[in-house]
């Protein structure tokens, strides 16, 4: 596991006390996006789809600091957009910090090279660069040349510099197994923390859609990338819970709640990844108000295909916590990757439509004549 022990214990003492507490609805990561403008049009990407005058927003240090303290977990993702565009980014960390909180900065490092001395090393404060995958699905992704290179480049300034990186990693459709594990091999030669890998959600806003890949088929990569690698020792920055759901042996419900959203138009519902379910104008409300039932792997189409980290990892956590000998058991071994894999939860529209159907009044042909 690609995380610290010191950010382990924080982060278990913090759901140990809501475990106690007897708290159902709790955030673990609050997802801050404090600007949606990018410098990049990724293939894949839903958050950049706005006219001018939003892309021109963005939340004060003011707003930011106020986001994490209602709020309260223990991580800040800081996402967007490219937050480095934000002149206001590093009195924002700072802030963070100073509230012994961690931070994920996620970037596409294009210009970090240039802002990385606003900045000092600290144990809570971690580079997030994206690279999806080698050099060559990595710049296609992103629709660009050149930026894997530079990526690279800026990863191995900062790590000499001291400072904590991780990569993030989002898988696409005709992805193999075999390509998956050589970029997994060269970022444990790069020296990175750790590695945020998961598949990518399928925005609906994102300019092409068929570069997403379904449930099934994640779960089929990530069992041969892992049986692959199974003594490869590569830091990812997860839960071995939330791996083995990767796998296909863990029948999760998605967190919602866990990793909430702050960003320019509010608190939004009812999670990072879905951008058009309208917003809430406090954390509180976002908790209270949001018709959770609504949401999830197998009560929302839009949700049907989803296995994102911000959906299952705080699912994953809660479970660990619950069943901390099937956690050490799954971390000592590995994720399965063989045998039956759990069965993918029943659409409860499908089910739905069915019922309905069913419930039809019969009309015979008889009765008709």
């Not at 596991?1 to 924080?10: A, C, D, E, H, S």
């Not at 702050?262 to 990844?273: A, D, I, T």
Request: proline share 7%; glycine share 6%.
């Amino acid at each position: 596991m690609g995380v610290p022990l010191r950010q382990q214990i924080t982060v278990a003492s913090y759901l140990l006390k809501q475990k106690i507490k007897g708290v159902k609805r709790y955030p673990l990561v609050l997802m801050l996006e404090p600007l949606f403008r990018c410098n990049l049009a990724c293939a894949g990407c839903g958050k950049i789809d706005y006219p001018e005058e939003i892309l021109n927003r963005r939340l004060s240090v003011e707003d930011s600091l106020a986001a994490v303290d209602e709020c309260g977990a223990p991580i800040v993702s800081i996402a967007g957009g490219e937050p480095l565009l934000h002149k206001e980014l590093p009195q924002i960390v700072e802030g963070i910090i100073a509230r012994k909180k961690y931070v994920y900065l996620c970037t596409n490092a294009l210009l970090l090279k240039k802002r990385m001395d606003d900045y000092q090393p600290s144990p809570y404060l971690t580079f997030s660069i994206h690279l999806d995958g080698n050099r060559d699905r990595h710049d296609a992704s992103v629709c660009q040349e050149g930026v894997f290179d530079r990526a690279v480049e800026v990863i191995e300034q900062a790590i000499k510099k001291g400072f904590r990186v991780t990569v993030n990693c989002t898988l696409f459709q005709n992805e193999s197994a075999e390509e998956v594990v050589e970029f997994l091999d060269y970022t444990k030669k790069l020296g990175v923390e750790g590695v945020t890998i998961a598949p990518g959600f399928s925005y609906e806003h994102a300019p092409q859609q068929d570069i997403f890949i379904k449930l099934r088929d994640s779960k089929e990569l990530f069992r041969k990338v892992f049986k692959i690698g199974k003594n490869r020792k590569w830091a990812l920055n997860h839960s071995p819970l939330y791996l083995d759901f990767l796998a296909g042996n863990q029948a999760y419900n998605c967190t919602p709640w866990g990793n909430p959203t702050r960003n320019v138009f509010g608190w939004q519902k009812p999670c990072y990844l879905l951008v058009d379910e309208g917003y809430a104008p406090s954390f509180k409300s976002l908790l209270e108000d949001t018709p959770w039932d609504k949401y999830g792997n197998s009560k929302n189409p839009k949700c049907a295909n989803c296995m994102a980290h911000c959906g299952f990892e705080a699912t994953a956590a809660d479970d660990s916590i619950s069943n901390p000998l099937k956690a050490l058991w799954v971390g000592l071994r590995g994720p399965r990757t063989e045998g039956a894999m759990a069965p993918d939860p029943v659409p409860e529209w499908e089910a739905k439509q069915t019922k309905s159907v069913l419930s039809r009044p019969v009309i015979s042909i008889e009765a008709v004549e």
